[in-house]
């Protein structure tokens, strides 16, 4: 009779902690999809804003846009260009 | 008793039978079914669509990429009828569209019908500021081209396959449209009794793969500044069509390709759609006098000329097969040399020279500088036209081929043709991607290639200092930049109309590189038609000279002369 003690003690011992385990680690996981679908929605909400600027910013920086935000300005193309020729030594031999 | 036994004995083995053929009928035989509604009862399978790759010009500015629309939604179902009107009245003017149609669709028996598509997140967010009952917003993934229509004919547009998929058409974006896609992937979303999100196992091999980057040869400086000019060329030479090619001879990598009219691929629907094919690839035409260069080079390849070989029948003009092949200012040189046959665009010269050359050998250079053969740009629409067995020429055709007339070839057949006599003899492929970018960030390299070597350096030597002469003595000396020195020919082709040559309708072109001792660019310009002039030196000459100018200071590269 002892020994049946000392073997099922033990046993329904693990059995209770491993349920209790069990519920406390399921109850972390129930959130966890939770605040997946909240970080999910977050990022989604800064990809789409990192979006929409990016957008603003290409068409801004468009050749199109300069040039025409260029012309408003006043800025006419340069009809000639302005080399420097190799560098003339200080002294010649 | 014995046999009490062995009737229990078979009852069970039968029993344990059945019960392991039931065992395998659900679990073998008909597991997939089950997993399959197990699966549907706490999860679903939702398709995940990859996000197109981008295009970007070599200086890494994505002249094609993704952006976000929005499709406004409603669902009547939720719409009570006496706010129809007020709805319809509401919305009509943020999305110019008249208030019947909108009630017609708001009337409608369905839980689902789309208004708009293509609404602007800030006219979405207008809209959300009404707060209307039954009017929703879904996501929409929209191709975008921020440069508009620069490089259009080049680049393609995204459209929509018999499934309602995305898909890229012409260009570009239709030659890498598997690149750029990218895989669609499957993920399973999993739910709890409540319809909460929980986490699900993912499966790497039906995870999504983004489309792959895609980095061109295309300098958009260059781009620009050839759209602009031939925008403003076709204008001011009052012709049906202009366009343009900028090419690195010694890589092969196109610069540059320009096509106009064109359209705008971010609404190519609201175009005619013969403006999504691009001339440059798909267009052959009489090339005229830019062949010659080409013929010269071959006779001078194979030692039958020289560049001082006179011209024995340059004195008048040449009956050949009941034609009469004339100069085109009908002015006559005897004993031309071949420099100035090349300078004076003389087609009696070339005559002469295809009577030097002969036709076995005049069509296996043809060949060889890919002439009747598609070139394996990587582009999708390229045609050319053949060119004819040997034994189907007449001595007319032999002739006239050797000034570009009767010969038909796409500009970029010509320009990649023409490679050859600016890179020491050997000609390239063209290429228009020169890098891979893969979602992982490797980068793969596209190698130039060689196509062949049609002449030798020497001769691409010797055809270089012939073509700097004719830029410097030609029909358009005016036009060239001063202390540079520019190899180049300029082309007057006559159009076949119904059997003839319409000497008013004309192609006129200018092809040429510069700096003519190490070539920077290779260009090839072309007017269709051009009212003003029907020459090319004084329409596509002008328009070579002015974009060359540009180029030679945007590379920096001084005057040597």
Redesign the interface.
Known sequence: MKKIIVVSFPLIFIVIALSIAHVIVSNM??T???E??KLQTDLQVFQ?EN??L??KV??D????SI?SVAAEMGFVD?KS?V?L?EQIPLTRR | MVWRYKLLLVFFVSAFVLILGRLFYWQVVRAQELVQIGDSQYGKFVKEIPIRGEIKTSDGFPIATNKINYLIVANPKEIVTDDIEKISRLLSPLISIDEATISASLSLDKFWVPIKYNITNEEKEKIEKLNLVGINFEDQINRFYPEASLAAKLVGFVGKDENGNNKGYFGIEGYYDRQLSGKVGLAKKIKDAHGRPILAKVDKNSAKIDGRNLILHIDRFAQYVLDDSLKRGIVKYGAQAASGIIMDPKSGGILAMSGYPSFNPGNYNEFSNDLYLNPMISSAYEPGSTFKPLIMAAAIDSKLVTVDTPCTICDKPIELGGFTIKTWNDTYQPNITMANVIRDSDNTGMVFVSKQLGLEKMHSYLKAYGIGDVTGIDLQGEMAPTIRPVDSWYPIDLATASFGQGISVTPIELISAFSSLANDGARMVPQVVDKVETPDNEVIDIAPVVADKPISARTASIMREMLVNAVKSGEAKWAAPKGYRVAGKTGTAQIPIEGHYDTNKTIASFIGFAPADDPKFLMLIVYDRPSTSIYGAETAAPTFFEVAKKLLAYYKIPPTE
């Open positions: 996981l129930s966890t999809g939770v997946l679908d789409k979006t929409f990016r957008e290409l068409v920086t468009s050749f199109n040039a340069s260009n080399y020729p």
